[in-house]
């Protein structure tokens, strides 16, 4: 073969194994093209038991995962579930009401996520649903800010109840100077034990009302006519909402004590009542310092109020030595993430425990009562080593029970002779 013919033969060769790299290449792309096609999803709600999102999907691709996303109003993120089990034309997921402490009026987004075989990334469309309280047949009355929901009563029940939230959010919100805009959905509820199910597991027995503020509703136990019941609930539970706006931050929650005395003191201020709990506790030694309802607040009922008492309180010592400007200066830092101390500082040039401690000498206290464990008693000293004379250990058995102990031995050891006796006498026969 002469130089030509080579040259020639390694053009074709070459143009052969190009057209053989694309016809694989394409091969290989229309197998990465081998994806999943999403059809219309739907959602479903039951209260108390959860909610069903179901998405139909097409196509020939092999998985190798199948997530679900879901984010709703309580998060900053989207919490992701494996699919263990995919089915054959559609995905479904059931999140359960009880494990995901869901209430009412909860909106909820989940998305389904597919991962192909090669890698790939399939993503489905949002799937938007509520979780509702579908036991009643819920009527609605809507005002500027608040949209009243209730099952029972009449009009003029609902009215009022409307009226009484248009007007605490709006005192709310006037004294921690910031505008609301967005809806707060009220939902009323008549009976006790309708209430505490729609609160859940986690709701205490002494509460008339409770706010969700990052999903902006509030639920209260109001009969129908009882309205004068509820005149500093609502307004209690909606400064919730509006704090919750203000502060609402993914890094860190402000102290309870002012997120509840706030609430208090907007709906009720500083009364006769919770003045005369505080004193008490200060005379008694048992007031409790700011630092221990930063969380969570106590569940023995005196320990309860005495918490409320003790947050409006400090409120409204802030509110007289600082003034109500410093006061949201506080509330707007925490809404920057912002640690106690640092929010404290950037108000009043005093951290935290400074103002505990500041309140509470204002309140008399200088010295607390230590509560918790405490050192086990002694037990009591055996005569030897009160006199210290016979050089036994302290420790050592007294005479009575060390007796008693030998006897009982030498008891069991006259029953095993006896039945080793016996055995020997049964085996001889």
């Known amino acids: 073969m002469n130089a030509l013919s080579r040259n020639r033969f390694a053009r074709v060769g070459v143009a052969v194994a190009v057209a053989v790299a694309m016809a694989i290449g394409s091969g290989a792309g229309s197998v990465a093209a081998a994806s999943i096609a ?4 739907s959602a479903s709600s039951s209260f108390g038991k ?12 092999t998985f190798r995962e199948v997530d679900i996303a879901i984010t709703d109003a309580r998060s900053f993120g989207p919490a992701v579930v494996r699919i263990d ?3 054959a034309s559609s995905f479904t997921y059931v999140l359960d009401a009880l494990t995901a402490n869901l209430r009412p009026n909860t909106q909820l987004v989940g998305r389904f996520e597919v991962t192909l075989a090669d890698g790939t990334v399939e ?26 929901h209730w099952y029972d009563g009449d009009e003029a029940f609902a009215q009022q109840a409307l009226l009484l939230g248009e007007k605490g959010i709006s005192n709310a919100a006037t004294f921690l100077g910031f505008k609301e805009t967005a809806p ?19 709701a205490r027995d002494n509460v008339g009302g409770r706010a969700i503020p990052e999903t902006r509703t509030l639920f209260a136990l109001i009969a129908p006519g009882d309205i004068s019941y509820a005149s500093t609930v609502v307004p209690h539970e909606l400064t919730h909402v509006v704090f919750g706006d203000i502060t609402r931050n993914p890094y860190h929650q402000p102290v309870n004590w002012l997120n509840e005395g706030i609430a208090v003191y907007v709906s009720q201020g500083f009364d006769s009542s919770d ?3 505080v004193e008490q506790a200060a005379a008694d030694g048992s007031l409790m310092p700011l630092s221990a309802i930063r969380g969570m607040f106590p569940t023995t009922q005196d320990r309860f109020y005495l918490a409320y008492a003790e947050s409006v309180s400090a409120v409204d010592y802030f509110v ?8 949201v200066r506080l509330v707007k830092a925490f809404g920057t993430g912002a640690s106690d101390d640092e929010a404290f500082t950037a108000a009043i040039g005093l951290g935290v425990d400074g103002f505990d401690t500041a309140w509470m000498k204002v309140n008399g206290v200088t010295a607390l009562r230590s509560f918790g464990p405490q050192p086990a008693p002694t037990g009591p000293a055996t005569a ?46």
């Open 38 to 41: 999403f059809g219309t999803p």
């Open 50 to 61: 959860g909610v069903t999102f179901r998405q139909p999907f097409s196509g020939g691709a």
């Open 384 to 429: 030897n080593s009160k006199s210290g004379g016979s050089g036994e250990s302290s420790n050592s058995l007294p005479v009575v029970p060390l007796l008693a102990a030998v006897a009982v031995l030498v008891g069991l050891l006259l029953v095993v002779v006896l039945m080793f006796r016996r055995a020997r006498s049964r085996g001889a026969s």
């Open 275 to 277: 003045k005369q709990l």
């Open 320 to 327: 007289r030595t600082y003034g109500r400007e410093d006061l």
């Open 85 to 87: 089990a995919p089915g």
């Open 184 to 202: 707060v959905d009220f939902y009323v509820y008549s009976d006790q034990s309708s209430f505490y199910d729609a609160l859940g597991p986690d």
């Open 123 to 148: 993503k489905g469309p949002d799937i938007r649903v509520t979780y509702q309280d579908d036991r009643f047949k819920w009527r609605t009355k809507v005002g500027t800010i608040v949209r009243l």
